[in-house]
């Protein structure tokens, strides 16, 4: 696997702590959360009710998720500090695998962030990089975006190394914005039907909605594994639908999930991949456990948000200060504070 994007995150990160002119920061007041790519559109679409019945297929076949996580763990006087980090988990021959990437820790002030996004950007996308830049992003959209990179050549470097298998993705195949440019989410769908592999995105949430009810909750009386079509949805530019897509029951249990698969695959070939799915891999709750894997290996617990604090005190001498949160300060006891859910 070309290993440049993960280099770069960790000389820019080491650079970014080593540069922070203010030896102090705040501890961040907000509860610990990860940014997810959902789709937001509540276009209205047409949903049919008659399921596609789906049988499970016990032809092995290798199958491969990714993930990615960025909280915020400080706040300096210049900026934010952020930590970033990615999962691919894959299951092949009944046995789960993966490699963690990070975490990767970033002081991002207003001086330097667009070099650390377009450095990032240029070390392994470099050939659409001019095409694809926006310039960079303000403070507050530079960790999802960070994260969003580097989800993105996860994603590219799983496209190019597997042959044959079926490629799962946390959120929707839906391209056009800051995160999902268009032209990269198509070079990563052209290097997996090249090896012969097809993409699944799921949703654990949307927005998109039929007749005034979201389309995951409209679920017909039928006994599962089961996938939903819909039509008619249709986006305003430059926002791309790069993936046909359903609605999956794919267990007993009563949850549903937006399914995005590949529209370049033939439509025998979707069924085919979701019964593959079906018989190559265990579902708890209806969402395939290679996809949920990915998730917890990426996501940030309590405990390591305290080991990166002491990492830059020790290694960079940031020292932590507290500052009084204003809502409690001024409201006591009816104040809701920064963390409040």
């Known amino acids: 696997m070309d290993i440049t994007l993960p280099q770069q995150f960790i000389e820019l990160s080491m650079e970014s702590l080593k540069q922070a002119p203010d030896r102090w920061f705040q501890l961040n007041q907000q509860s610990i959360q990860q940014f997810n790519n959902l789709a937001s559109h509540e276009e209205t679409l047409k949903l049919k009710h008659e399921p596609l019945h789906l049988i499970p297929s016990r032809r092995e076949k290798t199958v491969s998720a ?8 400080g706040e300096t006087n210049t900026g934010i500090i952020i930590a970033i980090r990615g999962a691919n988990v894959w299951k092949q021959r009944k046995r789960y695998r993966y490699v963690r990437f990070g975490p990767f820790i970033f002081h991002v002030t207003e001086e330097n962030k667009r070099q650390v996004f377009e450095t990032l950007e240029r070390a392994y996308f470099s050939s659409v990089h001019e095409q694809a830049r926006q310039g960079a992003p303000s403070i507050l959209q530079m960790p999802m975006r960070i994260a969003s990179l580097l989800e993105r050549w996860l994603q590219t470097m799983a496209a190019k190394t597997m042959k044959n298998g079926l490629m799962l993705f946390d959120g929707s195949l839906t391209a056009g914005t800051a995160e999902t440019p268009t032209r990269r989410m198509r070079e990563i769908l052209d290097s997996a039907r090249k090896g012969q592999n097809v ?11 039929a007749n005034g009810h979201r389309i995951t909750e409209l679920l017909p009386d039928h006994e599962p594994p089961f996938l939903l079509e819909t039509e008619g949805l249709k986006l305003k530019p430059p926002m791309v639908l790069l993936g046909e897509i359903y609605v999956a029951r794919l267990a007993k249990a009563n949850l549903a999930f937006r399914l995005d698969i590949d529209k370049e695959v033939p439509v025998e070939s979707r069924i085919e991949a979701v019964e593959n799915l079906l018989g190559n891999d265990l579902f708890a709750e209806s969402y395939p456990e290679t996809l949920r894997l990915a998730h917890i290996l990426c996501t940030f617990t309590a405990n390591e948000v305290l080991a990166m604090q002491h990492f830059v005190t020790r290694r960079f001498g940031l020292q932590f200060v507290n500052r009084p949160d204003m809502h409690r300060l001024l409201f006591g006891m009816f104040g809701k504070g920064e963390g409040y859910q």
């Open 66 to 73: 990714v993930d990615t996580s960025t909280i915020k763990i």
């Open 199 to 209: 993409v699944l995105a799921f949703s654990k949430v949307t927005n998109l909605r």
